[in-house]
Structure formats: C-alpha cells, structure tokens
C-alpha cells in the first residue's frame, strides 16, 4: 500500500504561482507512474500532468497548461512536484495526486490540496 500526502495549495490572486507537493509513502515499483488531477464541483475529474519513470522518463502536461506549468519528481525522495505560473481563475480546483505501476493503472489517490486563484 502506498500512501500519498499532498501539499502547497493555497489562495493566489492571477498571475501568481504556487508549487505542489505530492510525497510518496515509500519507493516502489507501483509508483512508476505519477500524476496530477484536478476536480472542480460541478466538473468532471481532469487530468493535469503525468511523470512516468519505468524504464524511460516521459512527462505530459495537458494543452491548457503546458506553457504555465512544470511537473517534476525528485525520485530518491519519491516526490512529485507541479510548478504552477501564471496562476487564472479557471485553475482554481482540488488537485489531487495518484501513483500507479502504469498510467493506465492508478491505484493510489490522495486527499488533495486546494487552489484558489482570486481575479
């Protein structure tokens, strides 16, 4: 079992940044693949950013983010990271973690941690 803890949200105005941070509980090959989510009410589930490290490092950030946000994983703290600039109201959702053997298979989930982006 592998248990994930988020952290960094925060209420930013536009413009801002923030860095999450996603720990893993410890280092397995079940956290191979690690990413970002992130829900509003009312809106489904979407998908931020991926890091996968089995085998080959690959990343991917969804279109609305790419240019404004950077994911990264510090792999002997097993840390995931989401770089976050330039911050718009239409970012505000919980983001959550998830960790998986594969991208197809995401078996863990945090609790999430809040962004809110003001006008």
């Known amino acids: 079992q592998v248990q994930l803890a988020e952290s960094g949200g925060d209420s930013v105005q536009a413009g801002g940044s923030l860095t999450l941070s996603c720990a893993a509980s410890?280092?397995?090959?079940?956290?191979?693949?690690m990413g970002w989510f992130r829900q509003s009410p009312g809106k489904e589930r979407e998908r931020v950013a991926i890091?996968?490290?089995?085998?080959?490092?690959?990343?991917w950030l969804t279109h609305s983010v790419r240019d404004r946000f950077t994911i990264s994983k510090d792999t002997f703290n097993n840390t995931l990271y989401l770089q976050m600039n330039s911050l718009q109201p239409e970012d505000t959702a919980m983001y959550i973690c998830?960790?998986?053997?594969?991208?197809?298979?995401?078996?863990?989930w945090g609790q999430g941690t809040q962004v809110t982006v003001s006008s």
């Open positions: 890091f996968f490290t089995g085998g080959t490092t690959q990343t």
């Open positions: 998830a960790a998986g053997p594969n991208c197809a298979a995401l078996t863990f």
């Open positions: 410890r280092y397995s090959d079940e956290t191979n693949c």
